[in-house]
T-cell receptor
Protein backbone atom coordinates (compact mmCIF):
# COMPACT_ATOMS: atom_id res chain seq x y z
CA UNK A 1 0.00 0.00 0.00
CA UNK A 2 1.44 3.35 -1.00
CA UNK A 3 1.96 5.88 1.76
CA UNK A 4 1.18 9.58 1.89
CA UNK A 5 2.92 11.36 -0.99
CA UNK A 6 4.11 14.95 -0.74
CA UNK A 7 5.91 17.26 -3.13
CA UNK A 8 8.21 19.02 -3.39
CA UNK A 9 10.61 17.71 -0.73
CA UNK A 10 12.47 21.01 -0.45
CA UNK A 11 11.71 24.57 -1.42
CA UNK A 12 13.65 27.81 -1.01
CA UNK A 13 11.87 31.08 -1.75
CA UNK A 14 12.33 34.74 -1.00
CA UNK A 15 10.03 36.52 1.41
CA UNK A 16 6.86 37.88 -0.15
CA UNK A 17 6.90 35.17 -2.82
CA UNK A 18 4.21 32.51 -3.02
CA UNK A 19 4.60 28.73 -2.71
CA UNK A 20 2.36 25.70 -2.97
CA UNK A 21 2.65 22.20 -1.54
CA UNK A 22 0.85 19.11 -2.75
CA UNK A 23 -0.29 16.04 -0.85
CA UNK A 24 -1.85 12.76 -1.97
CA UNK A 25 -3.18 10.71 0.97
CA UNK A 26 -3.28 6.96 1.37
CA UNK A 27 -5.97 5.54 -0.90
CA UNK A 28 -9.36 5.48 0.77
CA UNK A 29 -8.40 7.79 3.62
CA UNK A 30 -11.16 10.32 4.19
CA UNK A 31 -9.34 12.58 6.64
CA UNK A 32 -6.38 14.70 5.61
CA UNK A 33 -4.25 16.96 7.81
CA UNK A 34 -1.69 19.68 7.19
CA UNK A 35 0.80 20.43 9.95
CA UNK A 36 3.55 22.99 10.32
CA UNK A 37 6.59 21.87 12.29
CA UNK A 38 9.13 24.50 13.25
CA UNK A 39 12.56 23.19 14.28
CA UNK A 40 12.53 21.96 17.86
CA UNK A 41 8.72 22.07 18.18
CA UNK A 42 5.91 19.58 17.81
CA UNK A 43 3.68 19.56 14.73
CA UNK A 44 1.05 22.31 14.78
CA UNK A 45 -2.25 21.48 13.10
CA UNK A 46 -3.03 24.01 10.37
CA UNK A 47 -6.10 22.42 8.81
CA UNK A 48 -8.01 19.15 8.95
CA UNK A 49 -10.29 17.96 6.14
CA UNK A 50 -12.96 15.31 6.23
CA UNK A 51 -13.44 14.34 2.56
CA UNK A 52 -13.59 17.76 0.89
CA UNK A 53 -14.96 19.65 3.89
CA UNK A 54 -12.94 21.58 6.50
CA UNK A 55 -13.23 20.13 10.01
CA UNK A 56 -10.83 22.51 11.73
CA UNK A 57 -8.74 25.45 10.50
CA UNK A 58 -8.58 27.43 13.73
CA UNK A 59 -4.78 27.78 13.58
CA UNK A 60 -4.47 28.50 9.87
CA UNK A 61 -3.24 32.08 9.26
CA UNK A 62 -5.96 32.81 6.78
CA UNK A 63 -4.53 36.13 5.65
CA UNK A 64 -1.68 34.29 3.92
CA UNK A 65 -2.37 30.56 4.00
CA UNK A 66 -5.02 28.69 2.05
CA UNK A 67 -5.75 25.02 1.50
CA UNK A 68 -8.13 23.04 -0.61
CA UNK A 69 -9.15 19.46 -1.19
CA UNK A 70 -11.55 19.85 -4.04
CA UNK A 71 -12.38 16.24 -4.93
CA UNK A 72 -11.85 14.79 -1.49
CA UNK A 73 -8.57 13.14 -2.47
CA UNK A 74 -5.39 15.16 -2.94
CA UNK A 75 -4.83 18.55 -1.38
CA UNK A 76 -2.84 21.75 -1.92
CA UNK A 77 -1.56 24.14 0.73
CA UNK A 78 -0.55 27.61 -0.43
CA UNK A 79 1.29 30.47 1.24
CA UNK A 80 1.05 33.93 -0.27
CA UNK A 81 3.01 36.04 0.56
CA UNK A 82 5.59 34.09 2.53
CA UNK A 83 7.30 35.50 5.61
CA UNK A 84 10.61 34.52 7.18
CA UNK A 85 8.77 32.88 10.10
CA UNK A 86 7.06 30.46 7.69
CA UNK A 87 10.34 28.55 7.40
CA UNK A 88 9.40 25.09 8.64
CA UNK A 89 8.59 21.56 7.57
CA UNK A 90 5.06 21.18 6.24
CA UNK A 91 3.71 17.74 6.97
CA UNK A 92 0.68 16.10 5.43
CA UNK A 93 -1.02 13.16 7.13
CA UNK A 94 -4.09 11.06 6.48
CA UNK A 95 -6.35 8.67 8.35
CA UNK A 96 -9.11 6.33 7.33
CA UNK A 97 -11.64 8.26 9.40
CA UNK A 98 -11.59 11.22 11.74
CA UNK A 99 -11.10 8.98 14.77
CA UNK A 100 -8.47 6.55 13.49
CA UNK A 101 -4.70 6.41 13.30
CA UNK A 102 -2.92 8.99 11.18
CA UNK A 103 0.10 8.40 8.94
CA UNK A 104 2.51 11.03 7.71
CA UNK A 105 4.17 11.83 4.43
CA UNK A 106 7.85 12.74 4.20
CA UNK A 107 7.16 16.46 4.50
CA UNK A 108 8.25 19.55 2.58
CA UNK A 109 11.06 21.61 4.06
CA UNK A 110 10.45 25.29 3.28
CA UNK A 111 13.14 27.90 3.70
CA UNK A 112 12.15 31.55 3.32
CA UNK A 113 15.11 33.91 2.81
CA UNK B 1 -2.37 25.52 29.99
CA UNK B 2 -1.17 23.72 26.88
CA UNK B 3 -3.45 21.05 25.47
CA UNK B 4 -0.67 18.44 25.43
CA UNK B 5 2.40 18.79 27.64
CA UNK B 6 5.66 16.89 27.48
CA UNK B 7 9.05 17.42 29.05
CA UNK B 8 11.33 18.41 26.19
CA UNK B 9 14.29 16.52 27.68
CA UNK B 10 16.76 15.33 26.74
CA UNK B 11 16.10 12.13 28.62
CA UNK B 12 19.30 10.14 28.75
CA UNK B 13 19.25 6.42 29.58
CA UNK B 14 21.91 3.72 29.29
CA UNK B 15 21.54 0.96 26.75
CA UNK B 16 19.38 -1.87 28.10
CA UNK B 17 17.52 0.31 30.59
CA UNK B 18 13.84 1.23 30.63
CA UNK B 19 13.00 4.65 29.19
CA UNK B 20 9.87 6.29 30.59
CA UNK B 21 8.24 9.10 28.64
CA UNK B 22 5.30 11.05 30.01
CA UNK B 23 2.56 13.26 28.66
CA UNK B 24 -0.28 15.15 30.31
CA UNK B 25 -3.31 16.67 28.65
CA UNK B 26 -6.00 19.18 29.50
CA UNK B 27 -9.10 18.06 27.56
CA UNK B 28 -11.02 15.48 29.60
CA UNK B 29 -13.04 14.66 26.49
CA UNK B 30 -10.01 13.24 24.67
CA UNK B 31 -10.67 9.68 23.58
CA UNK B 32 -7.66 8.35 21.74
CA UNK B 33 -3.95 8.73 22.31
CA UNK B 34 -0.92 8.11 20.16
CA UNK B 35 2.85 7.96 20.42
CA UNK B 36 4.93 8.88 17.41
CA UNK B 37 8.68 8.53 17.02
CA UNK B 38 10.53 11.13 14.97
CA UNK B 39 14.14 10.75 13.95
CA UNK B 40 16.07 13.91 13.17
CA UNK B 41 15.15 15.19 9.72
CA UNK B 42 12.40 12.60 9.26
CA UNK B 43 8.62 12.67 9.58
CA UNK B 44 6.73 11.25 12.58
CA UNK B 45 6.14 7.50 12.62
CA UNK B 46 3.27 5.97 14.61
CA UNK B 47 4.51 3.42 17.15
CA UNK B 48 1.65 3.01 19.65
CA UNK B 49 -1.97 3.95 20.15
CA UNK B 50 -4.23 3.46 23.14
CA UNK B 51 -7.91 4.15 23.69
CA UNK B 52 -8.74 2.55 27.06
CA UNK B 53 -7.43 3.03 30.57
CA UNK B 54 -4.63 0.67 31.50
CA UNK B 55 -1.63 -0.77 29.71
CA UNK B 56 -1.10 -1.82 26.12
CA UNK B 57 2.02 -3.73 25.16
CA UNK B 58 3.62 -4.18 21.75
CA UNK B 59 7.05 -5.75 21.76
CA UNK B 60 9.42 -3.56 23.78
CA UNK B 61 6.86 -0.74 23.97
CA UNK B 62 4.13 -0.29 26.58
CA UNK B 63 1.64 2.56 26.50
CA UNK B 64 -0.17 3.46 29.72
CA UNK B 65 -3.30 5.59 29.94
CA UNK B 66 -4.91 7.09 33.03
CA UNK B 67 -7.87 9.24 32.02
CA UNK B 68 -8.74 10.20 35.60
CA UNK B 69 -5.30 11.76 36.06
CA UNK B 70 -5.11 12.88 32.43
CA UNK B 71 -1.78 11.38 31.59
CA UNK B 72 -0.41 8.92 29.12
CA UNK B 73 3.04 7.39 29.17
CA UNK B 74 5.30 5.28 27.00
CA UNK B 75 7.76 2.75 28.39
CA UNK B 76 10.56 1.41 26.22
CA UNK B 77 12.18 -1.72 27.63
CA UNK B 78 15.73 -2.81 26.78
CA UNK B 79 16.45 0.58 25.22
CA UNK B 80 18.76 0.55 22.21
CA UNK B 81 20.83 3.36 20.67
CA UNK B 82 18.50 3.10 17.66
CA UNK B 83 15.65 4.24 19.93
CA UNK B 84 17.31 7.66 20.21
CA UNK B 85 14.77 10.04 18.72
CA UNK B 86 12.08 12.56 19.66
CA UNK B 87 8.89 10.97 20.96
CA UNK B 88 5.71 12.89 20.27
CA UNK B 89 2.54 12.43 22.27
CA UNK B 90 -0.67 13.10 20.33
CA UNK B 91 -4.36 12.89 21.05
CA UNK B 92 -7.70 13.44 19.46
CA UNK B 93 -9.50 16.29 21.19
CA UNK B 94 -13.01 15.87 22.47
CA UNK B 95 -15.95 17.24 20.56
CA UNK B 96 -17.10 16.92 17.00
CA UNK B 97 -13.87 17.81 15.23
CA UNK B 98 -11.66 14.96 16.52
CA UNK B 99 -8.71 17.16 15.68
CA UNK B 100 -5.33 15.49 16.13
CA UNK B 101 -3.00 17.61 18.25
CA UNK B 102 0.59 17.05 19.33
CA UNK B 103 2.85 17.85 22.21
CA UNK B 104 6.29 19.36 21.72
CA UNK B 105 8.04 16.02 22.05
CA UNK B 106 10.66 14.51 24.36
CA UNK B 107 14.15 13.90 23.05
CA UNK B 108 15.42 10.47 24.12
CA UNK B 109 19.13 9.68 24.03
CA UNK B 110 20.16 6.07 24.64
CA UNK B 111 23.82 5.87 25.61
CA UNK B 112 25.77 2.79 24.40
Amino acid sequence: EAGVAQSPRYKIIEKRQSVAFWCNPISGHATLYWYQQILGQGPKLLIQFQNNGVVDDSQLPKDRFSAERLKGVDSTLKIQPAKLEDSAVYLCASSLRGDSRAFFGQGTRLTVV
Amino acid sequence: QKEVEQNSGPLSVPEGAIASLNCTYSDRGSQSFFWYRQYSGKSPELIMFIYSNGDKEDGRFTAQLNKASQYVSLLIRDSQPSDSATYLCALRGGGATNKLIFGTGTLLAVQP
